[in-house]
């Protein structure tokens, strides 16, 4: 199941709920919120049948209220979501009959979810949670299970032990702590910071976090009587840090620094000197993001992946623009810069020189051309068209580019002729790719059970034979790409991929060489920026001429004279006007001078645009 078929509800928009909508809304589903306050509400309680699964996030002491109400006007096949800090509740839940998950997210909904953790307490199997789980997963959190029968008495000590010490401090020094505040340290100012977070916010929730920790509090408390007595003896004390050494781990420094920018300032000097130290912080902040790129780049070679991946950078930004009411051009030029100097790092790391662009994304025919060439995902980049990727080679972004330049069926791929004309990029190489379709499914399925039949509409045609004869009775839906055929799949319905892209995606081939004529191969070129030294024995140049009886003649009878074989010609028209052609040629030499001269007496005009040699790898150290 994809996110294109799953409705979202949240039933309570408060700060959680809010935080649950933002995020499943920036990745594209269908969401909405229900809530008592009217201007947080997107629909009425009789609208929410129409939903697959309902975040409950409300209060902990409203829970059972809600799901009343839940269960009066939900669908009954609908996933619930719990998201409560405490599992007592979850016999509410229970008590429903409807299929839910609980989960605990360890995180404030103004705090990132990258590297906090989501604890899983309880499943249900179901497909739509998979998709949720995996949404946390994407977006860098720790998914951790804990067991409900578990999960309270941690959470006595994880949360309310640390809530406690906080709030006890908060009060023993409330008389003086502005006074203190004045002297603090760093480690006092974060304790105060903290103390101030849990106090500012609704009492009410802490209340029943320390309900569950009462045991647990009594307990600690003996043993803050028994520190305070060893406290007395310098030996004794000694052995208390030395027993915690082996445990706790300093790297506190970032923290302690991060302290001096949440002060209060309202002296110029005073703010001068804090953005001194935002400045110090950023880039301390920087190194460490480069840092984490590298140890990236390295677990990336092992696992065969790309280091550039357009739609998770896409989403990135996205996400971080969207939490600010900054500029968002001058924001997204910030963070575009700070990913490139992470991208070039990790190439650096990785001996990576060139980058080579392809039509993505992963699992493509261009990608398997494009790993047979160079034999590593790392350098790619996947494009989602031709233009963008002829446009990368032209500004530099990327040092060569692999474009589809015809089939053995389909004929020229006219678009790219077209962009090849008018760009400044040039032709160095060719390589052949045999094009074998197969019938992909996510499991082993019957084809009188099928009821689609997903893939891009050139393979749809390729193959049409097949679906005819085999595929009647099921609908055929157009999809942009493989992987998005893939990605629709459901238990009912099969893609028409290549073997490469059901391998890499884990897919059943239930039929293999599925196309009309067997032997069909796609040439490609290889592209570049032009400015580089030519080899090859293939010229390809596009030329004019004019508009009189015999004038294409008189170029044929040039090859035609130095007994040069043309292996391709294909005109297009000029723009300029109706009727107006200009024509495509490929033959089999290196022009050299005394051609292109001979040439110019019968042309118009003529461009080369690549002298080549058919190649089997490609260096991009």
Same mark, same amino acid.
């Given at each position: 199941?994809?996110?294109?078929?799953?409705?979202?509800?949240?039933?309570?928009?408060?700060?959680?709920?809010?935080?649950?909508? @933002?995020?499943?809304? +920036?990745?594209?589903?269908?969401?909405?919120?229900?809530?008592?306050?009217?201007?947080?509400?997107?629909?009425?309680?009789?609208?929410?049948?129409?939903?697959?699964?309902?975040?409950?996030?409300?209060?902990?002491?409203?829970?059972?209220?809600?799901?009343?109400?839940?269960?009066?006007?939900?669908?009954?096949?609908?996933?619930?979501?719990?998201?409560?800090?405490?599992?007592?509740?979850? &016999?509410?839940?229970?008590?429903?009959?409807?299929?839910?998950?609980?989960?605990?997210?360890?995180?404030?909904? @103004?705090?990132?979810?990258?590297?906090?953790?989501?604890?899983? =307490?309880?499943?249900?199997?179901?497909?739509?949670?998979?998709?949720?789980?995996?949404?946390?997963?994407?977006?860098?959190?720790?998914?951790?299970?804990?067991?409900?029968?578990?999960?309270?008495?941690?959470?006595?000590?994880?949360?309310?032990?640390?809530?406690?010490?906080?709030?006890? !401090?908060?009060?023993?020094?409330?008389?003086?702590?502005?006074?203190? %505040?004045?002297?603090?340290?760093?480690?006092?100012?974060?304790?105060?910071?903290?103390?101030? $977070?849990?106090?500012?916010?609704?009492?009410?929730?802490?209340?029943?976090?320390?309900?569950?920790?009462? /045991?647990?509090?009594?307990?600690? !408390?003996?043993?803050?009587?028994?520190?305070?007595?060893?406290?007395?003896?310098?030996?004794?004390?000694?052995?208390?840090?030395?027993?915690?050494?082996?445990?706790?781990?300093?790297?506190?420094?970032?923290?302690?620094? +991060?302290?001096?920018?949440?002060?209060? %300032?309202?002296?110029?000097?005073?703010?001068?000197?804090?953005?001194?130290?935002?400045?110090?912080?950023?880039?301390?902040? /920087?190194?460490?993001?480069?840092?984490?790129?590298?140890?990236?780049?390295?677990?990336?070679?092992?696992?065969?992946?790309?280091?550039?991946?357009?739609?998770?950078?896409?989403?990135? %930004?996205?996400?971080?623009?969207?939490?600010?009411?900054?500029?968002?051009?001058?924001?997204?030029?910030?963070?575009?810069?700070?990913?490139?100097?992470?991208?070039?790092?990790?190439? &650096?790391?990785?001996?990576?020189?060139?980058?080579?662009?392809?039509?993505?994304?992963?699992?493509?025919?261009?990608?398997?051309?494009? !790993?047979?060439?160079?034999?590593?995902?790392?350098?790619?980049?996947?494009?989602?068209?031709?233009?963008?990727? /002829?446009?990368?080679?032209?500004?530099?972004?990327?040092?060569?580019?692999?474009?589809?330049?015809?089939?053995?069926?389909? #004929?020229?791929?006219?678009?790219?002729?077209?962009?090849?004309?008018?760009?400044?990029?040039?032709?160095?190489?060719?390589?052949?790719?045999?094009?074998?379709?197969?019938?992909?499914?996510?499991?082993?399925?019957?084809?009188? @059970?099928?009821?689609?039949?997903?893939?891009?509409?050139?393979?749809?045609?390729?193959?049409?034979?097949?679906? *005819?004869?085999?595929?009647?009775?099921?609908?055929?839906?157009?999809?942009?790409?493989?992987? @998005?055929?893939?990605?629709?799949?459901?238990?009912?319905?099969?893609?028409?991929?290549?073997?490469?892209?059901? $391998? %890499?995606?884990?897919?059943?081939?239930?039929?293999?060489?599925?196309?009309?004529?067997?032997?069909?191969?796609?040439?490609?070129?290889?592209?570049?920026?032009?400015?580089?030294?030519?080899?090859?024995?293939?010229?390809?140049?596009?030329? #004019?001429?004019?508009?009189?009886?015999?004038?294409?003649?008189?170029?044929?009878? =040039?090859?035609?004279?130095?007994?040069?074989?043309? &292996?391709?010609?294909?005109?297009?028209?000029? *723009?300029?006007?109706?009727?107006?052609?200009?024509?495509?040629?490929?033959?089999?030499?290196?022009?050299?001078?005394?051609?292109?001269?001979?040439?110019?007496?019968?042309?118009?005009?003529?461009?080369?645009?690549?002298?080549?040699?058919?190649?089997?790898?490609?260096?991009?150290?």
């Amino acid at each position: 199941m994809t996110h294109n078929h799953i409705k979202i509800l949240v039933f309570g928009v408060g700060r959680m709920g809010k935080f649950f909508k @933002d995020f499943f809304k +920036s990745r594209g589903y269908h969401v909405a919120g229900y809530d008592i306050l009217k201007e947080k509400r997107d629909v009425e309680l009789d609208e929410i049948s129409r939903f697959d699964v309902i975040f409950v996030c409300v209060p902990m002491d409203e829970i059972d209220k809600a799901l009343k109400e839940i269960v009066r006007f939900a669908d009954k096949n609908a996933l619930l979501v719990d998201v409560s800090s405490l599992k007592s509740y979850l &016999r509410h839940f229970d008590e429903t009959g409807f299929d839910y998950m609980s989960i605990h997210p360890m995180f404030g909904s @103004d705090v990132e979810i990258a590297l906090s953790n989501v604890l899983i =307490v309880h499943r249900s199997g179901r497909e739509e949670e998979e998709v949720i789980l995996n949404e946390f997963k994407k977006a860098g959190a720790n998914l951790i299970y804990l067991p409900k029968e578990k999960h309270d008495d941690v959470m006595a000590k994880v949360q309310g032990l640390s809530h406690f010490i906080l709030i006890s !401090l908060a009060d023993y020094l409330r008389e003086d702590v502005e006074e203190l %505040l004045n002297f603090s340290s760093p480690i006092f100012y974060i304790l105060y910071k903290l103390a101030s $977070r849990i106090v500012s916010q609704d009492w009410s929730m802490y209340f029943k976090i320390q309900e569950n920790a009462e /045991i647990e509090r009594e307990k600690f !408390l003996k043993h803050l009587i028994r520190i305070h007595e060893d406290m007395k003896d310098e030996g004794t004390f000694k052995a208390i840090f030395e027993r915690l050494k082996d445990r706790y781990k300093d790297d506190s420094s970032i923290i302690l620094d +991060s302290y001096k920018v949440t002060i209060d %300032l309202d002296e110029i000097e005073e703010l001068r000197s804090c953005i001194r130290v935002l400045d110090s912080l950023i880039l301390r902040l /920087i190194e460490k993001r480069v840092e984490c790129g590298r140890k990236i780049a390295k677990i990336k070679r092992k696992m065969n992946e790309p280091i550039e991946v357009s739609d998770v950078e896409e989403m990135k %930004l996205r996400d971080t623009i969207s939490r600010t009411d900054l500029n968002p051009i001058l924001i997204h030029k910030i963070f575009d810069s700070l990913i490139n100097l992470t991208k070039e790092e990790e190439y &650096r790391v990785l001996g990576i020189g060139k980058k080579l662009a392809i039509l993505g994304p992963m699992g493509s025919f261009s990608e398997e051309m494009a !790993l047979r060439l160079v034999g590593s995902r790392l350098p790619l980049i996947y494009c989602s068209t031709t233009d963008e990727i /002829i446009s990368s080679v032209e500004s530099g972004k990327v040092d060569y580019g692999l474009v589809p330049i015809e089939n053995s069926i389909n #004929g020229t791929v006219l678009p790219v002729l077209d962009a090849l004309l008018n760009s400044n990029v040039e032709v160095f190489g060719e390589c052949e790719l045999e094009i074998v379709h197969c019938l992909t499914a996510k499991r082993e399925i019957p084809l009188k @059970d099928v009821k689609f039949v997903y893939s891009h509409p050139q393979a749809i045609a390729q193959c049409s034979n097949f679906l *005819r004869n085999y595929l009647p009775h099921a609908e055929i839906r157009y999809t942009s790409s493989t992987s @998005d055929a893939i990605r629709l799949l459901d238990e009912n319905s099969v893609a028409i991929t290549s073997e490469y892209a059901a $391998r %890499l995606y884990k897919l059943c081939i239930l039929r293999k060489g599925i196309q009309d004529v067997k032997k069909n191969v796609t040439r490609f070129y290889l592209i570049r920026k032009r400015g580089e030294s030519r080899e090859g024995k293939i010229t390809a140049l596009f030329f #004019g001429v004019e508009d009189r009886v015999g004038a294409l003649k008189d170029v044929l009878e =040039v090859f035609y004279r130095k007994n040069i074989n043309m &292996r391709k010609l294909e005109s297009r028209p000029a *723009r300029t006007s109706l009727g107006d052609y200009i024509f495509f040629v490929e033959v089999e030499k290196a022009l050299d001078e005394r051609d292109l001269k001979d040439l110019r007496e019968v042309t118009t005009f003529y461009k080369i645009i690549g002298v080549f040699d058919k190649i089997e790898s490609l260096s991009l150290t």
